[in-house]
């Protein structure tokens, strides 16, 4: 009888610069979409809340990258609770703060202002990275 061969696990290294690529595609599109999206004349709901999402899609990459031998469940936890905790520090003013998040960088990665949608939007993007972090993997070792 022969048994079934055991997946061997990917090296976090490698993991990490998968995970690493993705992201990189993932801000690429996230930028595109905030830069040019009205340009083309998308919907504002799409421009902001898909810039959302792959904002978070990123997060949990990016949790992914520097954390390779978590779990997927583990690696979005940590995500949403990043994802949770930069919505709700928009609720925090203070000067300094206040102009970080005037600037380009500090818009896209703090935002302006609280939005309960966003975590509706964050969560699509943690779901979305797990996706497709997942069919990144079944093409390595598949």
């Not at 690493?20 to 083309?40: M, N, Q």
């Not at 940590?78 to 703060?97: D, G, K, M, Q, Y």
């Not at 202002?113 to 069919?135: E, K, Q």
């Amino acid at each position: 009888m022969h048994q079934a061969q055991p997946v061997k696990p990917i090296a976090p290294l490698r993991t990490s610069l998968i995970r690493a690529g993705l992201a990189l595609v993932v801000i690429a599109c996230g930028l595109s979409l905030r830069w040019y999206g009205f340009p083309l004349g998308l919907p504002a709901f799409v421009v902001k809340y898909g810039g959302s999402l792959l904002w978070a899609t990123m997060v949990f990459l990016l949790v992914g990258v520097l954390l390779p031998r978590l779990s997927r469940t583990q690696i979005a936890a940590i995500a949403a609770a990043i994802a949770i905790a930069v919505e709700f520090s928009r609720h925090v003013h203070t000067p300094w703060l206040d102009a970080f998040r005037l600037t380009t960088a500090g818009a896209l990665l703090l935002g302006r202002i609280f939005s309960p949608w966003n975590l509706l939007a964050y969560a699509a993007g943690i779901a979305f990275g797990v996706w497709i972090d997942r069919l990144a993997k079944v093409r390595r070792v598949g």
